[in-house]
């Protein structure tokens, strides 16, 4: 949170234990890491350079975190320890501590209060972010491609849905005008979870971009070719990021890179008019291509969840007229009276809502529901999970492989709350998506010592 606090508090962990946290078990972690880290160790390197001008990166291979746009005012926040540090160092370490403070006109950072105003801070970050990419291009080893992070959630500020944000957009395009293609991209686990993150859908993952330098041969392309292009290739892409469980709150941005890669394999987009395609608008058709590519994964459900995943992108769990419920369940081969029966649906004096997860009953048993939907699923799971994973575990257990199409209607129902700015209901199921590998996990143990059939008899 860039704060530092100060905290009265005290280790309480027990040296003499056998458990955790115990005397010896410290002093063999030491010896793991002296075993395994430093046995492998070679020596490193460490120089100061702006990233601007540097020339460190020659035939090198490169994996780097840039700055992210105006996430972290780094430099000012390192003065609160410069000067201290300063005092004591400044002999050893001359070259390193020659200024009175941290050096900030280089800072690659778009703050407005460095610049006469936003969009010369803008300006300021893309240009210099441009000439740093362009040292990496011409550079690095052409071997390998060069890895760079990113972790920047714009929606934080602006809850403009992630992916069409300006930090982005600037970065992109500074990635872009240096001459690179985006060959892929690597969500990666990299943010620690912790309390405050799982109640507020803060950022799971970093986005590693895998760039290497664009052909000089690229062919151009017309908008209405690179279009069908992200139409034929996102779906894959995305199936492949939900195989790999990626945090719904990340979603939008993870698929920037596969959408990206069809981008930048171009030279140039051309639109109508013949003008290129900026990165701003490319992103839109990225973002577009994605909703359309989930909303087409509904095609998979049952009748009933289809109805009620189109019903509550209108209405929430608000009520609304039967007669409209009555009319949509007919378009999508169901009925209002069924979805009643199905226990997903309250149906009174002419009104229509969807039930919320905790109303809906507690003793539900998937083994004895005759009409069992996905929506339904979804819904008790949300339930259950309130009261921890091993509660989600034992109910997955009893749905066995009906349970799978779960998690695809949790992705399709936060993609949709985020659009409709639903903030609590989009919390619930990002979280079921993140718990769902130890929920499974926890399920199989849960399986494991249930007798089997065979047994029973
Ligand atoms: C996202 S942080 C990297 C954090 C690092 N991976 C870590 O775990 O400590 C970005 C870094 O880029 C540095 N930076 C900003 N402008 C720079 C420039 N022009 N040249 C070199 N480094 C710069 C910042 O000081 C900051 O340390």
Same mark, same amino acid.
């Given at each position: 949170m860039q704060a530092l606090r100060m905290t009265w508090d005290f280790v309480e962990g027990n040296p003499f234990s056998s458990s955790t946290g115990n005397f010896t078990g410290q002093i063999e972690y030491f010896t793991k890491v002296i075993d395994v880290a430093c046995s492998a160790f070679v020596g490193g390197n460490a120089e100061h350079a702006d990233a601007q001008s540097q020339a460190i990166s020659t035939n090198k291979v490169i994996s780097t975190d840039p700055p992210y746009y105006d996430n972290v005012p780094y430099a000012d926040l390192s003065d609160f320890f410069y000067v201290w540090l300063r005092r004591s160092l400044r002999p050893v370490l001359p070259a390193l501590f020659a200024t009175l403070a941290v050096p900030k006109s280089e800072e690659l950072v778009a703050f407005a209060y460095r610049h006469k105003g936003k969009a010369e801070a803008e300006a300021f970050f893309l240009n210099g972010m441009t000439q740093a990419m362009r040292k990496l291009v011409s550079q690095s080893h052409p071997g390998f491609p060069v890895t760079i992070y990113y972790a920047f959630r714009q929606s934080e500020k602006?809850?403009? *849905? *992630?992916?069409?944000?300006t930090g982005w957009e600037t970065f992109l395009a500074a990635v872009i005008d240096a001459g690179f293609s985006i060959s892929g991209t690597w969500p990666a686990r990299t943010e620690y979870t912790s309390h405050l993150k799982t109640t507020r859908s803060a950022l799971a993952s970093s986005i590693v971009l895998v760039c290497r330098p664009r052909a000089a041969d690229a062919p151009t392309a017309t908008r209405r070719e690179f279009v069908s292009a992200l139409k034929a290739e996102l779906p894959d892409a995305l199936r492949h990021l939900q195989a790999g469980n990626i945090a719904p709150v990340d979603l939008a941005q993870a698929a920037i890179g596969p959408g990206m890669a069809v981008f930048t394999r171009y030279a140039k987009v051309l639109d109508a008019e013949g003008k290129p395609l900026p990165v701003r608008e490319a992103l839109a058709l990225i973002n577009q291509t994605l909703d359309e590519a989930l909303a087409e994964q509904e095609g998979d459900f049952d009748a009933d969840s289809r109805w009620a995943l189109a019903w509550f992108d209108q209405n929430g769990f608000a009520e609304g007229e039967y007669g409209v419920a009555e009319t949509l369940s007919k378009a999508k081969n169901t009925s209002v009276g069924g979805m009643v029966e199905a226990g997903i649906l309250e149906s009174k004096r002419g009104k229509v809502r969807l039930l919320k997860p905790e109303e809906l009953p507690e003793d539900w048993n998937p083994a004895t529901d005759a009409r069992l939907t996905t929506w339904e699923t979804v819904h008790h799971l949300v339930r259950v999970l309130d009261a921890g994973e091993a509660a989600a575990a034992d109910l997955v257990a009893k749905l066995g492989s009906k349970a799978e199409p779960a998690r695809d209607l949790a992705y399709r129902l936060y993609n949709l709350c985020e659009r409709k700015k639903r903030a609590a209901e989009a919390l619930a199921y990002n979280a079921l998506v993140q718990s769902w590998p130890e929920i499974m996990r926890l399920a199989q143990e849960v399986a494991s010592t249930q007798p089997s059939q065979a047994e029973l008899f």
């Open positions: 602006e809850g403009d *849905g *992630g992916a069409a944000s």
